[in-house]
């Protein structure tokens, strides 16, 4: 499981999700296997108050 949280609610999801998979990536590469994308849990709108751009990715290297 991987997961990225933005400092403020001013910052898109893209960035957080794409950083997300790439250290999933790497993380599998390191032992010669793939990347298989099991579940994405992301922060619902409106970002105020704490609840910031957030995402959890729960993957299994195959």
Do not use: W
């Amino acid at each position: 499981m991987v997961s990225r949280q933005a400092a403020t609610g001013f910052s898109g999801m893209g960035n957080l999700k794409s950083e997300a998979l790439e250290e999933a990536s790497a993380h599998c590469a390191n032992s010669g296997k793939q990347v298989k994308v099991l579940k994405e849990i992301d922060a619902e709108p409106p970002y105020i108050l704490g609840n910031y751009p957030r995402t959890e990715i729960h993957f299994q290297c195959i």
